[in-house]
């Protein structure tokens, strides 16, 4: 199993990272400077220098013969070190045989003369031959033929070059011809090596200090800034444990801590309790589908006990030894219970087909012939009512017929019902009044209103908030003669409506009943 890692800890090993890998850009530019810097004023250097050495090198000026040039090895000369002779404290020193002379003894003005510091390095050449020193412990080491040779070769510019002698170390020379002589001076470096090295030694030093310390730093950092993420993991974890099927209480939410840090962390806070506010509301919407559910097999159940009480009953009165007229009835009553029963079945089938968002139809439908046709067939089963058809606008509507047809029949047989005879009922069609938009909020100048109106005693106050419930009648009753309503018409209305893209409602009027539906127009 791959070891997970801490968003902190990888935070912070970047931070580390980042400012390891500046301070290194930063050692390198300041080792570069320095090393530039050095460098300039070892050239300066060289060039007094070259200045000095093109005055007081002569190769006229022989030095006294019976001064030896260099101690016996055994008796302490270096004769061995690195390529050079030792040469005497004072006095005079012996030529190179068949060479130039190098004038003046360590005390005066050629090699190691005053003025001449240490790690000084000179070399003359004249005729084919050379000779050259260099001043190291304070002593004048004089050269032998392999750094002659590499001197020999330092072109003769005035300009500084690196040389490397070895056994000697590293020299910045500058070589020049003066009066048919050739003239080297050089400069040891290993001083600036020693400094450069010293200040990057410094400067890696600290940065390591540095970088680990900015880890550290970081990670506590990140931490502390990252510390509102556990508030949201503890309320995703909150929720996580809880029954959310059976848990009716209000969900945890993040709190201020963490919806007031920084954005990201703030954006992952609200983002969860937009989620909480999503999942409470599905929860209260799945809660009141299930009432809704219970009340309406509740109901559905008492409205199938009455007429399966009244088959049960005639029934046995039917298998009794009775007269053919009390037989003859009590048939009849079973096939008004047993119509009644299949009509209640057929309008909840309606309404479970509406819930699952059955698909409807979506034509060009001329509404008025719909109307009259309705009309028409109100009048054969109540012609004791008036059936008027009002204002009829010629303007199509998009949807189905035959739910369109179901619409027109629900609102018809409610006036029908639960108004007394000689009641007026007029349907008209019209454009929708400005600032009425369907379900799907599209403007009021798309939409048709179908309305039916009558001018009967009106709904009870009591039920006009739930008269398109299901189940909801005028008559609290749960009784009926075959011609009662069953409580479903007007849900069906509404829930078809709704199918179509359209929506309904009961308008106040001061006399009667008048209800809207809101249809889009083709």
């Avoid at 890692?5 to 090993?13: D, Q």
């Avoid at 404290?89 to 060479?99: D, F, L, N, W």
């Avoid at 030894?321 to 029963?341: F, H, K, N, P, Y």
């Avoid at 009044?433 to 009021?444: I, L, N, R, Y």
Wanted: proline share 5%; glycine share 10%; charged share 25%.
């Amino acid at each position: 199993m791959t070891r997970r890692r801490s968003l902190a800890g990888r935070l912070s090993r970047a931070l580390a990272a980042c400012v390891a890998l500046a301070l290194i850009v930063m050692v390198a530019a300041s080792t570069l400077v320095m090393r530039s810097w050095m460098l300039g004023n070892m050239d300066s250097e060289l060039h007094r220098l070259a200045q000095r050495a093109g005055e007081h090198l002569d190769v006229e000026d022989a030095p006294d013969p019976d001064v030896e040039d260099a101690p016996d090895p055994e008796k302490g000369g270096d004769d061995a070190d690195g390529g050079a002779r030792m040469a005497p404290q004072s006095g005079g020193r012996k030529p190179r045989p068949g060479g130039p002379v190098l004038p003046g003894g360590p005390t005066g003005p050629g090699f190691g003369g005053s003025g001449i510091s240490e790690g000084t390095l000179q070399y003359v050449s004249e005729d084919g031959e050379s000779a050259g020193a260099v001043v190291s412990n304070f002593a004048v080491k004089y050269l032998d033929e392999r750094a002659l040779q590499i001197l020999a070769g330092v072109p003769t510019d005035g300009a500084p070059h690196t040389v490397r002698l070895k056994g000697l170390g590293t020299f910045r020379a500058t070589s020049q011809v003066i009066d048919d002589k050739t003239v080297l001076v050089g400069v040891q470096m290993d001083s600036i090596d020693d400094v450069i090295f010293m200040l990057v030694a410094v400067e890696v030093g600290l940065s390591l200090v540095v970088a680990i310390a900015a880890g550290f730093a970081g990670r506590a950092w990140v931490r502390r800034e990252l510390r509102p993420l556990g508030v949201v993991r503890a309320a995703a974890a909150c929720i996580a444990s809880r029954d959310l099927a059976d848990d009716a209480e209000e969900l945890t939410r993040v709190g201020e801590e963490a919806t007031s840090g920084p954005v990201e962390v703030a954006d992952v806070a609200g983002a969860l309790n937009s989620m909480i506010d999503a999942v409470e509301d599905g929860m209260e919407r799945r809660a009141r589908s299930e009432a809704k559910l219970r009340q309406f097999v509740a109901d559905a159940s008492h409205e199938l006990r009455t007429p399966l009480a009244s088959v049960q009953g005639y029934a046995q009165l039917a298998r009794r030894d009775i007269d053919e007229a009390s037989r003859t009835q009590a048939l009849e009553r079973i096939s008004s219970e047993g119509e009644r029963m299949a009509s209640l079945v057929e309008e909840m089938l309606t309404l479970a087909r509406l819930d699952g968002d059955r698909a409807l139809k979506r034509d060009n439908i001329d509404v008025i012939p719909l109307i009259l046709d309705a009309l028409s067939d109100a009048h054969v089963v109540a012609p004791d009512h008036a059936w008027e058809l009002g204002e009829a606008a010629d303007v199509p509507v998009l949807g189905d017929e035959a739910a369109l047809r179901q619409i027109l029949t629900n609102l018809l047989a409610n006036a029908r019902v639960h108004t007394p005879a000689g009641t007026r009922v007029t349907v008209s069609l019209t454009r929708a009044p400005q600032g009425v938009e369907s379900d799907k909020g599209a403007p009021a100048s798309s939409m048709v209103t179908l309305r039916v109106a009558d001018d009967g005693p009106g709904i009870p106050a009591e039920i006009r908030d739930r008269v398109f419930d299901r189940f909801v009648r005028g008559d609290s009753s749960r009784t009926r003669d075959g011609h009662g309503s069953s409580g479903l018409g007007m849900s069906i209305v509404e829930s078809l409506a709704r199918a179509m893209g359209g929506s309904v409602r009961l308008v106040d009027s001061e006399k009667g009943t008048v209800i809207d539906v809101t249809l889009p127009a083709a």
